[in-house]
Every structure is written in structure tokens, then in C-alpha cells.
């Protein structure tokens, strides 16, 4: 049974609005395909959260080019996030590009750093290779679809082969208006490249809203993506994000995400570790507060010899707030001396609150190593009575605490501004 889902959208709308942005004809037939696709197509059934009556058709759709000048332009949140010794910086308002400075030296090495809009006109057949094709399915789910009928944003960053960009990359995605955010994001590093690639998120309305994000990140034999991520949506928007990594022979992926979102959440980090020797690290930061329902599945799916996955996941829930962490390590027949290990733990600040922590091992090889360790419980009266005695008030007290409990991960985040800026979120949050 599928769960029925009326857009205000049809599809002479879809094709007016990809005519008007001067789309190819592959990705408008994608878009109406995608359409066809939602009625019968049923939701994604995330373990233990019921998500059939979440907002996902309450939204406003458009586009608007809104540019400016500097940086000193932009909102103190925003201008918070950036981080002054990035040469290479994207600004995204509203799905569309409104600031960008690129380095000349990634430039000259024939990396190409552009927002999606621009890649459809000018890498139409490079980006048709890789657009929901290798990770990201349209087909996948209601969601999906919705995705792929109405994107309206985006990055695409291209690193050709044996090329290292040895300086990080940060876009930010900043929603200030009543569109929808629609934002698909796509990190190709071919054979023996790297990448570190930061994200941002975050809008300013509480007004209902969706985000639906879909992030393709592929990683060629021998090459390195490191994917931070610090998303910070507001109360009323409901998000989707799904990001998902196919990673080649000896290739490395680290996810390093912080989501911090104040609204209701599903999120699917997906690693498909192909290749022989194939490694990937998933770490997730995530608070819970008021009466948001947040539900964060990790998969690390091993096909290649001698792969390693690794998850790591740490979650606080306040109020009446309820957080879920699936962690699912999947070893395929074939993928012999592969090792999956897995751990989430979630704390709970108060009686209301609800976490749950569901580790998942898929094991279909005798030849290999998995582990498992996962833990819920509430503020150890203990450490709170220490600290308290110590004259140290309650409120400060909880927030010493959330910050031990979440350092183990955040402290093991790879790329420095993205554990900066985490810890900023994470302190206005606890407050």
C-alpha cells in the first residue's frame, strides 16, 4: 500500500520550469519520469519511526537568482560558517548561486567547482554519466522521485584523475525564502585524486517548510573524498537527506556529519564499498530537542575483498524529543577478509526524551571480522551530583556532560572547521 501524496505541481509545470532554466532533454525526461514515478512509488519505511504523516507535500516550489557582492553582505549565521583560510567557496540562497570564489590553482588543475544549475548547461554529458545513475536511484522511493521531478539546486564538483586538491572546498547552503529546497549534490574524484568537501545547511524561517536533499558521492581505485557536513535547519522544516557513496579499489570515503537539525529528520548515509581494499568511516553527531522525531540510518554494504567500514555514532536527546540510530553493516558473499564494526550510543536528558540504538550485522562470508556495540540511557545522577556539588549549577552541569559524551566523536572528526563549527551548534543547542 502506498500512502498518497497530491502535488499542486503537474507536469506542464515541471516542463515550463526546466525550459525556463534552459535545461537538457535527458534531465527533463528524468524530471517526468520522476513525476509518473511518486503516486505509485511507496515512502521510505525508516525501523521504528512512522513517517507517514510527516509534511512532504506542503511547499512552495520555485527558483530565484539572488547574487551578491561579499561576503560582509551576508547574515551574521551565515557569515559565521565561513571559514576564512577556504580559497574555494560556494554560496547557494535558495538553490540558486548567489556568491562563489575559486581558487586559481584547483582551477588551473582542470577541477571543475560549479552549482548544479550551471553544470547542466555547461557539463551536460559529464554530469548525465553520474546523475542518479551509480548511487541515488529516482526510483527508489516517493522521495526520491519527489526529488528528481523537482530539483532546484545543487553542486557538482568534478576531480579528473591523479589530480589532488589539497586545499578543502566549502559550500554553503543558506534557505531565507518560502521555496522549498530541492538540492542535489554530486563529488566525482576519479583514479588516485582527493577531495575535502564541506557542507553547511541551514535556514532561518520557522515556517513550514521541506528540504530534500540528495547528496552522489563517487570515489574512483585509489582515490580519497572526506565529506563533512554540518546541517542546521530550522523548527519547521521537515528534511530528507539521503547521501550515498560508491567507492572503487583502494579507494578511502569519511563521512564526518553533524546533524543538528531542529525539525522533524530522516536521514540515509549509504556506503557501497565495490572495490578490493576499499575502506569507509561514517561518524554522526546528532541533538534532539522539543518534540522533534529524528531517525538516522548508517549503512556500510561490502562487495570488495579486504574492505573495512567503520560507524561511529553519538546522539543527545532533550525535552521530548525522540532519536533513532540504525547502524547497518552488510558483508556480501564474496567480500571475504572485509571488517565491519559498528557503535552508537545515545544519551537522554530527560524523562520524555526517547532514543534507540538498532546495530544491524548482514553477514553472508565466513572469512571476515564484525563487531558490534550500542547503548541508550539517561545522565548518570552520579556525574551530575559530582559536578553540582562541585558549585557548579545544573544547566552548566548537563551541558559538561553532553559535551563528554559527544567529544569521542567529535574529537576523531577529520577536517578542523567542521569540528569548529559543530561544536558552536552543539553549545547553542544544549543551552
Known sequence: MTVDIKLPYDAAYVSNFSKERGEPEWLLSMRLHALEKIQVLPLPRPDKTKIDNWNFTKFKHGHKDEMINSVDELPAEVKALVDSKIKTLLIQRNGSLAYAVISEEVANKG??????????????????????????????????????????GGTFIYVPKNVKVEEPIQVINWQDSEFALFNHVILIAEDNSSLTYIENYLSSSEKENIANIVAEVIVGENATIHYGAVDHFAKGMTTYVNRRGVVGRDGRLEWALGQMNDGNTISDNTTNLKGDGSFADSKTVVVGRGE??????????????????????????????????????????????????????????????????????????????????????????VQLYYLMSRGIPRKEAERLIIHGFLSPVVNELAIDSVKSQLIEVIERKVR
Not at 349 to 371: C, T
Open 111 to 152: 577541477v571543475i567547482i560549479t552549482d548544479m544549475q550551471t553544470a547542466v548547461k555547461r557539463h551536460s554529458e559529464l554530469l548525465q554519466k553520474y546523475f542518479m545513475t551509480k548511487a541515488v536511484k529516482l526510483d527508489e522511493h516517493k522521495l526520491t522521485a519527489l526529488h528528481a521531478a523537482l530539483i532546484n
Open 292 to 381: 522533534q522525531r529524528q531517525n538516522f540510518t548508517t549503512k556500510i554494504i561490502h562487495f570488495g575483498k579486504h574492505s573495512e567500514g567503520f560507524i561511529l555514532n553519538h546522539g543527545v536527546v532533550k525535552d521530548e524529543a525522540a532519536t533513532i540510530f540504525n547502524g547497518i553493516g552488510k558483508i556480501e558473499h564474496g567480500a571475504s577478509k572485509s571488517n565491519a564494526e559498528q557503535t552508537s550510543r545515545v544519551l537522554m536528558l530527560s524523562e520524555k526524551a526517547r532514543g534507540d540504538a538498532n546495530p544491524i550485522l548482514l553477514i553472508d562470508e565466513d572469512d571476515v571480522m564484525a563487531g558490534h556495540a550500542a547503548s541508550v540511557g539517561r545522565v548518570d545522577p
